[in-house]
């Protein structure tokens, strides 16, 4: 194999330990991880202006790439 991408590994066995059937990884909750990761990228933006040296928020000091509807 010369190049491939994530999408096409199907199955991933280590040590006779099935980690990842069907693309699917099997030792974790992958919607917890990503509540949990939304959540602490909150927590992160919404703390920008205690530390900022201007105190204004993330979407003062960097205007979004993409408009939002």
Do not use: C, N
């Amino acid at each position: 194999m010369e190049t491939a991408v994530g999408r096409d590994v199907r199955t991933v066995i280590v040590d006779g330990e099935i980690l990842v059937d069907d693309h699917k990884y099997l030792r974790l909750d992958e919607q917890e991880l990503l509540e949990k990761v939304q959540t602490k990228g909150e927590q992160i933006w919404d703390s920008v202006p205690k530390w900022h040296w201007t105190g204004k928020s993330i979407d003062e000091i960097v205007e979004p790439s993409f408009r939002m509807r």
